[in-house]
């Protein structure tokens, strides 16, 4: 399946890489070949990858759509009909491939990027949403106790206690006001 998938997409990166891990590639999903998804898709990279990797081009040969995209692109035909012309198409074919894996790469490293940056907000947004409620419960302990379940109020003065050195005894407690009755 991930095989006919990299080929309908013309992945050639994948493609590649599936078949160095020992992908079949006439392996056929749901009655489809993966030769046959890549001519009918009119993947030439693909094509030459998995004729060179010993897909058969005669399980496909006899398909409709073959042979209507065989028809549209003379390269197509050339790649199948033509060991010598496959061999040639082979050194450019190995640098377009150097290419895709350096772009898959790149991609996989710019979406590792905006993962570290997805969690650094997620992270801020907690931290602040924790800085908020703990402000709120030290403010307003009453208000608090009323507005979020206890087990989050424990959590908070937890967090409080850590963070600011207070015990737990202390958060709790209401302030003293003293009182002075000098004249």
């Not at 399946?1 to 078949?19: F, H, I, N, Q, T």
């Not at 377009?96 to 790149?106: D, G, S, V, Y």
């Not at 202390?170 to 009182?179: G, K, L, M």
């Amino acid at each position: 399946m991930e095989l006919v998938s990299a080929c309908a997409k013309g992945d050639l990166y994948k493609v590649a890489r599936l078949m160095n891990d020992g992908e079949d590639p006439d392996a056929a999903f749901i009655g489809v070949r993966p030769l046959q998804t890549a001519i009918e898709e009119d993947h030439v990279d693909v094509i030459a990858m998995l004729l060179h990797k010993g897909a058969s081009k005669d399980l496909v040969r006899s398909m409709k759509t073959v042979k209507v995209a065989e028809s549209k692109n003379a390269l197509i035909s050339r790649l199948l009909d033509d060991e010598a012309f496959r061999n040639e198409y082979q050194p450019g074919l190995v640098e377009r491939l150097e290419a895709a894996e350096i772009k898959a790469k790149e991609s996989q490293a710019a979406l590792h990027r905006q993962l570290k940056l997805v969690l650094i907000i997620l992270l801020t947004i907690v931290i602040c949403t924790m800085l908020a409620l703990s402000v709120f419960v030290r403010a307003d302990p009453d208000a608090a106790a009323k507005a979020l379940p206890e087990k989050l109020i424990d959590h908070i003065r937890i967090v409080q206690s850590v963070v600011l050195g207070i015990s737990k005894n202390e958060s709790r407690a209401q302030p003293e006001v003293v009182v002075s009755q000098e004249l």
